[in-house]
């Protein structure tokens, strides 16, 4: 019998498992705890700033086993964007210096990321524009084939309907075949596909008030 798993809002002592999760799932949906010397890196860039600075759109997904997964995301992605660049990035500056040593393709997974607190990802106009809103989802494995994704996204999507989102956007790796199945399954429309950073753009139109949602 499968034991009951429950999608709550986020609580501020659910940080550190968020934090494992987003690790736990860092390499293309896969364990990328053996990539980074710091365990916090992905974390500090996919998971935390968005359950710290928005939390009324981030909800964790609770088995007996504890917090196993998490959907965040924002309304608005410029607006957030520029509530990272003001009250995020700064200090992770300050403990992060960015790589100057060695050439792009010689950076160690923690460089990686290291750079890109320092020179942060702007998602392209052209897909903000009809889809403002944007979220993050990763389950553990113990969590996933169980519709939990579905009902996360549910949640998520009313959260961002509420907050006058009609769009909403996500960036997948053209590695993780399982995530793009389930976006795919759930409704999800391919944007764009960017070979150079392995990412495909997907969208999905908002159900207005009280409509059902997939």
């Known amino acids: 019998m499968t034991a009951r798993a429950d999608i709550r809002p986020f609580q501020p002592s659910d940080l550190d498992a968020l934090y494992a999760i987003a690790l736990a799932t860092g390499d293309a949906g896969q364990d990328a705890s053996a990539l980074y010397e710091d365990p916090q890196l992905v974390g500090h860039i996919y998971a935390a700033p968005y359950a710290l600075l928005e939390p009324q759109c981030a909800f964790v997904v609770e088995d007996e086993q504890g917090v196993g997964g998490y959907i965040v995301g924002t309304a608005d992605t410029r607006r957030f964007e520029a509530r990272l660049e003001a009250e995020w990035w700064p200090k992770l500056r300050e403990r992060y210096p960015a790589p100057e040593s060695k ?18 990802f702007v998602t392209p106009e052209r897909i903000v524009a009809s889809y403002p809103a944007h979220l993050h989802i990763n ?10 994704g579905r009902r996360a996204i549910r949640r998520f999507l009313g959260a ?46 908002v159900p207005d008030a009280g409509s059902d949602a997939p």
Not at 103 to 120: F, G, M, V
Not at 178 to 192: S, V
Request: aromatic letters at 12%; hydrophobic letters at 40%.
């Open 139 to 148: 389950l553990l494995p113990r969590l996933q084939g169980r519709e939990l």
């Open 160 to 205: 961002v309907g509420e907050a006058g989102a009609r769009g909403i956007h996500l960036g997948c790796s053209m590695a993780n075949t399982r995530a793009l199945r389930f976006y795919d399954a759930y409704g999800f429309t391919e944007i764009e596909r960017s070979e150079k950073f392995g990412t495909v753009w997907m969208g999905f139109i």
């Open 103 to 120: 050439t792009p393709t010689a950076w160690t997974a923690d460089e990686q990321r290291a750079w890109l607190i320092h020179n942060p």
